[in-house]
C-alpha cells in the first residue's frame, strides 16, 4: 500500500502499489480508503480512565504518566499474589509481527502471567494441514492461472481474497471451470461456473466421499502416491466407509452431483482447491481440513503449477518468532488460556482472572458466548486495561484506555496469508496526538514494573532484524530498498513430495494422530440435525456468520456500517414462510446461549435450513444491543481448540 502525503504530513490517499508482483496495485473495499480511519472524528487519541460504572463507555482525559502510573502498580499487586490472575487478550486487529508478537509477548512471559491460546481464527485449519501436508503452505497463488479445474470450498474470495480472484479470473479465460462449494450463495459463488450449496460443518464428509469415488473409479495418480504420500492402503479400507448415497444424506448434495464433481475435480489437471476458515468453525473441522488436504495428494496435483490447494501461504514464512517473543523469559509454569473460552475464563477459572490487557482485540463483540464474555467484563473487580484505535464495545468496559498507532503510524513487518512476499510496514506520518505503538507501550509499561533486561530497551528497528535472523534470502535492507522481498517457493513446492511433515510425505496416515485417529474421518457438527437431533427439533436452523463485505471481523463496522443491508438475516423462503416472515421483517434470532435483532433478506442465496447473519457488528450500533456472537457456543474443535461459531442450531421469529 502507497500513501501520499502533503506538505503539512497529513496522509491523504491510499493506493495499491502497481509493482507488487501478486496485488499488482489493487486494495480490497476495506482498505481503499485507509486513511479514513486514521483520521476518523472518533480515533482515541489520548489517554483515558473510566468515569461511570463498566460497560457505560463514560471516560475522562488523563496524561500518559497517569495512566502508567495507574497500571504498574495494580499489575504489581496482583503479580505479587499470583501472576497467573493477569491475562493478555489480543489477535490480528492491528496486523503485524511487531505490533502483535514482539514486546508485547516479552512484557507477559517476563510478568509470568498467563499464557493465551490465540485459536479464534484458524488453528483448527492449520493443525488439520500440519497432521497432513505439515505446515500452512500449500500452491503458489501466482500459479493458480495456469489450472484447469478450481474449487473453491468455503471462501468468499471476492470478499476476503480480492488479489486471487485475478488469477482464478485468468484460468477460466484459458477454459478452467470455477466450482464454488458453500452453504450460501456468495458474491463468489454468483460469479462461479456452479454453485454447490452444503450443509455447514459437513465439509469432511465430502471430502471422504470424493476420496472414495476416486479410488474406487482407480482415478488416483498411483505414481504420486507410491512416491510421495504413506497410509494409501489404510486410506483405501477408510473411506469405503463413505460411499455418495451415505455423503448424500448427510451433506444435503446430492449423489449424481458428488459423482459429477470428484469426476471432473480428478480428471482435468492441474486441479487446484482454495480453502479458507469457515468451514473449520465447528467441531469437526481439523479433520475437515485434513481431509480435504488429502484430496490433492490422492490426485497428484501437487505435480503441476496451479495444481494442490490452499488454505494460508503463513508456513512458509519463517521469520525467528521466538526471538522476539523471548519465551525464554517465562518464569515457572504459567497456565495457558484459549482465547475461544475467554467468557468461561472470566467466570470460572481458578486463580481468577483479576486483570486483563486487551489489544488487536475488540472480545466483547468477536469472542463466542457474547453474553458470558460482557459479564465477566462487567465485574468490577476486573482490571482491565484496552489499548485501541476507537471506543468498541469492549473499550467501553475498560478502566484504562491507551490510543495505539494505526497501519500509517508505526513500523512492522508482515508475513501474508494469501501470497509468499515478506513485506515492510513503514510508518507514512507521525502517530496522531498522543497514541502509541503497541511497541512502545509495552516498552514503557515494562520500565514502570521495573523490567530491566536489555530486550526491553530493542527498538523497533531492532525488532526486526531479530525476527530476520536465521531467515535465508531476506534482508531488512532489501526490504527497506523494495517494499517486499520474494520467498522464492518456486512454481510447485511439492511435485516430488518434500512435504515439512516428519515423513517428508503427504500423510494419509500420521502417527501424530493415533490417540484421535490417524486416518481421515468424519467429526460431525455438535449441533446438528443428525448428530442432534433433540436440539435440532427445538432450534431447526443452523446459522452461519461470515464476515460482511465492507468489514473484517469487527474492524471498519464504525467506518463502513452504512454501506451494509444489516444488521440483517438471510433466510430461505421456505423457511421464511413456515415463521410468517416477510422480507425486510424485524426478526429475533435466539438459543438458549441469547439473541439478537435483525432484519430478514427473504432469498434463495442460502439452502432451506441455513440463515446468514453477515457480521460482526459492534453491539452498541444495532438494534437491542448484541450481535450474531450472542448465540455462538465457547466449545472447542477436535484438532487445535479453534472456535466453533458455525456449529451453531438457532430458531427464528418475527420481532417487534
Not at 496469508?417 to 516498552?443: Q, V
Not at 444491543?625 to 427464528?652: C, H, M, Q
Amino acid at each position: 500500500m502507497l500513501v501520499e502525503v502533503d506538505e503539512s504530513g497529513r496522509a491523504v490517499r491510499v493506493r495499491g502499489d502497481p509493482e507488487h508482483p501478486f496485488t499488482h496495485g489493487g486494495l480490497c473495499v476495506k482498505v481503499a480508503h485507509y486513511e479514513k480511519r486514521t483520521y476518523h472524528r472518533e480515533r482515541l487519541l489520548y489517554p483515558m480512565k473510566r468515569a461511570s460504572h463498566k460497560g457505560e463507555g463514560k471516560f475522562v482525559r488523563i496524561s500518559w504518566d497517569e495512566a502508567l502510573e495507574t497500571i504498574a502498580p495494580r499489575l504489581k499487586a496482583i503479580a505479587q499474589k499470583n501472576p497467573q490472575s493477569i491475562l493478555p487478550y489480543s489477535y490480528a486487529g492491528t496486523m503485524g509481527l511487531l505490533q502483535g508478537g514482539s514486546m508485547d509477548r516479552r512484557f507477559f512471559h517476563r510478568l509470568g502471567a498467563s499464557l493465551l491460546d490465540r485459536t479464534i481464527c484458524s488453528t483448527a485449519g492449520m493443525f488439520g494441514m500440519r497432521y497432513t501436508v505439515g505446515a500452512s503452505v500449500g500452491t503458489n497463488p501466482e500459479t493458480v492461472d495456469q489450472a484447469k479445474y478450481i474449487l473453491i470450498w468455503g471462501s468468499n474470495i471476492i470478499t476476503s481474497n480480492i488479489h486471487l480472484w485475478r488469477y482464478i479470473l485468468k484460468a477460466r479465460s484459458r477454459g478452467a471451470k470455477i466450482v464454488t462449494i458453500d452453504p450460501l450463495r456468495t458474491k463468489t459463488g454468483e460469479q462461479s461456473d456452479e454453485h454447490i450449496p452444503i450443509m455447514p460443518g459437513t465439509d469432511g464428509a465430502l471430502a471422504l466421499a470424493m476420496m472414495h469415488i476416486i479410488i474406487r473409479d482407480g482415478l488416483q495418480d498411483q505414481d504420486y502416491v507410491d512416491r510421495y504420500t504413506i497410509g494409501f492402503e489404510a486410506l483405501k479400507e477408510r473411506v469405503k466407509e463413505y460411499p455418495p448415497s451415505r455423503v448424500s444424506e448427510i451433506t444435503g448434495i446430492s449423489e449424481a452431483t458428488i459423482e459429477r464433481i470428484t469426476h471432473e475435480y480428478a480428471t482435468q489437471s492441474p486441479a487446484f482447491i482454495r480453502v479458507n476458515y469457515g468451514l473449520q468453525r465447528h467441531a469437526g473441522g481439523g479433520m475437515a481440513v485434513r481431509n480435504i488436504f488429502c484430496l490433492p495428494g490422492l490426485i497428484g496435483s501437487w505435480r503441476y503449477p496451479g495444481g494442490g490447494a490452499v488454505l494460508s501461504t503463513s508456513g512458509f514464512f519463517k521469520y525467528n518468532n521466538p526471538g522476539l517473543e523471548r519465551p525464554d523469559l517465562i518464569a515457572g509454569h504459567p497456565r495457558t488460556i484459549n482465547m475461544s473460552q475467554l467468557g468461561e475464563a472470566l467466570r470460572c477459572a481458578d486463580p481468577p482472572v483479576e486483570a486483563i490487557v486487551v489489544y488487536n482485540s475488540n472480545p466483547g463483540a468477536v469472542a463466542p458466548n457474547q453474553q458470558r464474555v460482557l459479564d465477566g467484563l462487567k465485574r468490577e473487580d476486573l482490571f482491565t486495561v484496552v489499548l485501541e484505535h476507537f471506543q468498541t464495545d469492549t473499550a467501553d468496559y475498560a478502566d484504562v484506555l491507551l490510543p495505539a498507532t494505526t497501519q500509517l503510524e508505526h513500523l512492522d513487518i508482515h508475513r501474508s496469508y494469501g501470497h509468499t512476499y515478506a513485506m515492510l510496514n513503514m510508518p507514512a506520518i507521525r502517530p496522531l496526538g498522543e497514541s502509541k505503538p503497541n511497541t512502545e507501550i509495552f516498552r514503557l509499561l515494562a520500565k514502570r514494573m521495573g523490567f530491566d533486561e536489555p530486550c526491553f530497551d530493542d527498538s523497533d528497528e531492532d525488532l526486526i532484524r531479530q525476527a530476520l535472523t536465521g531467515v535465508k534470502g531476506i534482508s531488512l535492507d532489501e526490504l527497506k530498498d523494495k517494499g517486499w522481498v520474494s520467498l522464492r517457493i518456486g512454481d510447485a513446492p511439492f511435485a516430488e513430495g518434500n512435504f515439512p511433515t516428519p515423513s517428508g510425505k503427504c500423510e494419509f496416515y500420521s502417527e501424530r494422530l493415533k490417540d484421535l485417529d490417524p486416518l481421515p474421518t468424519y467429526v460431525p457438527p455438535r449441533e446438528d440435525r443428525l448428530s442432534n437431533p433433540a436440539l435440532a427439533q427445538k432450534f431447526p436452523l443452523v446459522l452461519i456468520s461470515p464476515p460482511a463485505h465492507h468489514f473484517l471481523n469487527s474492524t471498519f463496522v464504525n467506518l463502513f456500517q452504512e454501506k451494509e443491508v444489516g444488521p440483517a438475516l438471510e433466510i430461505h423462503a421456505v423457511d421464511a414462510a413456515a415463521r410468517h416472515i416477510a422480507d425486510g421483517s424485524p426478526v429475533q434470532i435466539f438459543n438458549g446461549r441469547g439473541g439478537f435483532l435483525a432484519r430478514a433478506v427473504v432469498t434463495d442465496r442460502t439452502r432451506p435450513g441455513v440463515v446468514c447473519a453477515p457480521s460482526i457488528w459492534w453491539n452498541k450500533l444495532v438494534p437491542g444491543g448484541r450481535n450474531a456472537n450472542s448465540t455462538t457456543s465457547e466449545e472447542l474443535t477436535d484438532l487445535g481448540g479453534g472456535a466453533t461459531f458455525y456449529d451453531n442450531l438457532v430458531d427464528v421469529r418475527l420481532a417487534d
